[in-house]
């Protein structure tokens, strides 16, 4: 009698990612992907037939963001199955945001194969999943006793990081919109929003600000 395989849903907007992804995952003769999504909205339509274990799940995806699509599985309860974020969005920046919005790890793209399989047993194991580095921040943090929303960015959306750090990478709008696929308006709009939250006067100390901080997350540990 064989063995069930765990059921896997893949969730990112790169048909070509989650053809490797697939294929990867799929060498591990205890895991077997049943679904895949470039959408929130194709994500929970694969959900809801309810027959699968884990979630790989990217942040970057149209419309509606990776993180927003994990809030609204953690108000389903017990009813949700796990998810680990696979992103390449910096994990200094992203990771505990995704635990907080319910996500069980969170691994960056660049990770190799068997890496991204021990998180996934690890997360089905029913472990919490994330790097030494990520562990030792959180944990400074708790000793410290400072708050985990006392970073500046984390009074934006998770769109609106998204935007800010792309900023702070030289892109502009038109750049940006085409790699989250939204238009060119809604990113000024994004802006617009950041600038007032941020208590900035114009475009040109978002800019500043941004860079600033896309040049702090290049600067190691």
Same mark, same amino acid.
């Given at each position: 009698?064989?063995?069930?395989?765990? =059921? +896997?849903? +893949?969730?990112?907007?790169?048909?070509?990612?989650? +053809?490797?992804?697939?294929?990867?995952?799929? %060498?591990?003769?205890? $895991?077997? #992907?049943?679904?895949?999504?470039?959408?929130?909205?194709?994500?929970?339509?694969?959900? *809801?037939?309810?027959?699968?274990?884990?979630?790989? @799940?990217?942040?970057?995806?149209?419309?509606?963001?990776?993180?927003?699509?994990?809030?609204?599985?953690?108000?389903?309860?017990?009813?949700?199955?796990?998810? @680990?974020?696979?992103?390449?969005?910096?994990? =200094?920046?992203?990771?505990? =945001?995704? @635990?907080?919005?319910? &996500?069980?790890?969170?691994? %960056?793209?660049?990770?190799?194969?068997?890496? #991204?399989?021990?998180?996934?047993?690890?997360?089905?194991?029913?472990? #919490?999943?994330?790097?030494?580095?990520?562990?030792?921040?959180?944990?400074?943090?708790?000793?410290?006793?400072?708050?985990?929303?006392?970073?500046?960015?984390?009074?934006?959306?998770?769109?609106? +990081?998204?935007?800010?750090? $792309?900023? /702070?990478? /030289?892109?502009?709008?038109?750049?940006?919109? *085409?790699?989250?696929?939204?238009?060119?308006?809604?990113?000024?709009?994004?802006?617009?929003?950041?600038?007032?939250?941020?208590?900035?006067?114009?475009?040109?100390? @978002?800019?500043?600000?941004? %860079?600033?901080? &896309?040049?702090?997350?290049?600067?190691?540990?």
């Amino acid at each position: 009698m064989t063995r069930e395989r765990t =059921r +896997l849903l +893949l969730v990112d907007d790169h048909p070509v990612f989650r +053809l490797g992804l697939k294929a990867m995952l799929e %060498m591990d003769a205890s $895991l077997r #992907v049943v679904a895949e999504a470039a959408s929130a909205a194709d994500a929970r339509t694969a959900l *809801e037939k309810g027959d699968v274990d884990l979630v790989l @799940l990217d942040i970057s995806l149209p419309e509606e963001t990776g993180l927003e699509l994990l809030r609204s599985l953690r108000e389903d309860g017990a009813s949700a199955p796990p998810v @680990l974020v696979l992103s390449m969005h910096d994990e =200094r920046v992203y990771a505990e =945001r995704a @635990l907080r919005a319910g &996500a069980r790890g969170y691994l %960056m793209k660049h990770e190799a194969p068997d890496r #991204v399989l021990d998180f996934v047993h690890r997360v089905l194991a029913g472990d #919490v999943a994330v790097s030494d580095r990520v562990q030792r921040t959180m944990l400074d943090r708790l000793a410290s006793g400072e708050r985990a929303d006392a970073a500046p960015p984390d009074v934006l959306t998770a769109r609106e +990081l998204e935007v800010f750090e $792309l900023i /702070g990478h /030289g892109l502009r709008s038109k750049d940006i919109a *085409e790699r989250l696929g939204i238009s060119a308006r809604t990113v000024e709009t994004h802006r617009t929003h950041m600038r007032r939250k941020l208590g900035l006067d114009g475009s040109s100390d @978002l800019l500043r600000v941004a %860079m600033r901080y &896309a040049a702090g997350l290049g600067t190691g540990d």
